[in-house]
């Protein structure tokens, strides 16, 4: 969102959230500090206990728009659910490749012009890495960016982040590790700016070798507060992690197909590693989809939180958002 001071200028760089994240954007966890992390946790668990009938009032007229150039099932639902239960309502493309003007050539920032018209808070998902960035340039409204190619998915590493921190009440000496396709996975780039905010967090990385987390991000983390171990097998995952985070090989950055099938399950997590590996409080998570690379007899372990709470906390946390970057988080 521009501010209308410099509306015409350049934007620079993502506007920090600091203070409040009234009309803010939402491009990446660059953005976020101790204290805009914090002040979001507040709100989910304020929203957590708010009556229906006082959250129907908090968007009441308001319409995001959802424009979702890549397929999804989680971060679509949940935001189209956080919307409605808010009071507010949607206009969805779920295909804008197939159903929108885009199909006729429309330039991204001209079909960001024409939607900003009608809605007041733009979510986008995009193949390209960066473009919610340059969306976010062009709109005179909020943007959140529901994953940018193999960029960032700033949302779903504040509702992983908010999963670990209900259940162990701190986000700093936190011990996680993180697994498979650590080079493409867009949550995983966004989970660890995301700890790396706080102080003391160690994560341990464990991935094929064609996917490790790419030097640039290992360089990156270096500069940063956060510690990153790479490991190289099951035997090398130490105790008592806060969490694991299981990752699906990302099929569709690959150029050949024969190197995904060859890759595609090099780790999977099995009911017999939980019991050989995992701590009493070890979070067993995953963004979702997963695609054989955990074994369903570990959905039923009441530490695998994938398909419940981490789910869940998604429309929380998106609910939280929409609230503060719209009503600054009043009415709740
Ligand atoms: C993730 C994504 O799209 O980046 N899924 C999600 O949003 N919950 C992870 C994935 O697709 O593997």
Not at 222 to 229: N, S, T, V
């Amino acid at each position: 969102m521009k501010n209308s001071e410099i509306i015409f200028a350049k934007k620079e760089k993502l506007i920090p959230i600091a203070g409040d994240f009234f009309l803010k954007d939402i491009v990446s966890l660059d953005q976020f500090n101790q204290k805009s992390i914090e002040l979001l946790f507040r709100q989910v668990t304020k929203i957590k206990k708010t009556s229906t009938k006082k959250l129907l009032k908090i968007l009441s007229g308001k319409i995001v728009g959802l424009l979702f150039f890549e397929p999804s099932t989680r971060t679509f639902s949940s935001n189209s659910a956080a919307v409605k239960r808010l009071g507010g309502q949607t206009i969805e493309y779920q295909n804008p490749l197939q159903t929108s003007s885009v199909v006729k050539g429309e330039t991204i920032e001209d079909t960001t012009k024409m939607i900003e018209q009608y809605t007041d808070v733009i979510v986008m998902r995009h193949p390209m890495v960066g473009t919610l960035e340059k969306v976010a340039e062009v709109a005179n409204i909020p943007v959140i960016n529901a994953g940018d190619g193999i960029g960032e998915h700033p949302t779903q590493a504040l509702l992983d982040m908010f999963t670990v921190y209900e259940k162990h009440k701190h986000l700093d000496n936190i011990k996680g590790l993180m697994v498979g396709d650590l080079l493409n996975g867009r949550t995983v780039h966004s989970i660890i700016k995301g700890f790396s905010i706080f102080p003391n967090n160690t994560l341990y990385l464990l991935s094929p070798e064609q996917l490790r987390l790419s030097k640039k991000d290992l360089d990156e983390a270096k500069r940063r507060k956060i510690k990153l171990i790479e490991i190289k097998s099951f035997e090398e995952i130490p105790a008592d992690c806060h969490f694991w985070y299981w990752t699906r090989v990302q099929k569709e950055r690959f150029a050949d197909k024969q190197e995904y099938e060859k890759l595609k399950l090099s780790f999977i997590l099995t009911k017999k590693l939980v019991g050989k590996k995992a701590g009493k409080n070890t979070l067993i998570m995953h963004p979702l989809p997963r695609v054989g690379e955990i074994e369903t007899a570990v959905d039923a372990d009441p530490r695998a939180v994938y398909l419940t709470t981490e789910a869940k906390n998604g429309m929380y946390v998106r609910m939280a958002l929409f609230s503060l970057i719209l009503s600054n988080g009043k009415k709740v």
